[in-house]
Nanobody, 125 residues
Framework: QVQLVESGGGLVQAGGSLRLSCAAS????????MGWFRQAPGKEREFVAR????????YYADSVKGRFTISRDNAANTLYLQMNNLKPEDTAVYSC??????????????????WGQGTQVTVSS
């Protein structure tokens, strides 16, 4: 299995930027499609972005499209989420997740068997 550890969260003012990282270890990172999800207090976990094994295909939630960019460095076994123009509604615990590519719904967190512990992002108004 693959182990995932997120970093880069913190407190930022609205309009600011953060870059999250997700370091992978264990199995071959390049074999896994990767996703970012977030969960705000009292809300269900929601899909943020997804990237294919070779970075060719990316998908974003409508709420972050044009502001967030998902990327990966397979040589460094690391996944990234660049977040720009942050809004208070982006406040949540952000988690990275991994799965072997399949035809399942990439927006469904249940499709991802491997998860990091999460990193808190707080955006003040």
């Amino acid at each position: 299995q693959v182990q995932l550890v997120e970093s880069g969260g913190g407190l930022v003012q609205a309009g600011g930027s953060l870059r999250l990282s997700c370091a992978a270890s264990g199995r071959t990172f390049s074999n896994y499609a990767m996703g970012w999800f977030r969960q705000a207090p009292g809300k269900e976990r929601e899909f943020v972005a997804r990237i294919s094994t070779n970075s060719i295909v990316t998908y974003y939630a409508d709420s972050v499209k044009g502001r967030f960019t998902i990327s990966r460095d397979n040589a460094a076994n690391t996944l990234y989420l660049q977040m720009n123009n942050l809004k208070p509604e982006d406040t949540a615990v952000y988690s990275c997740a991994a799965r072997i590519p399949s035809s399942g719904n990439y927006r469904d967190p249940r499709e991802y068997p491997y998860w990091g512990q999460g990193t808190q992002v707080t955006v003040s108004s």
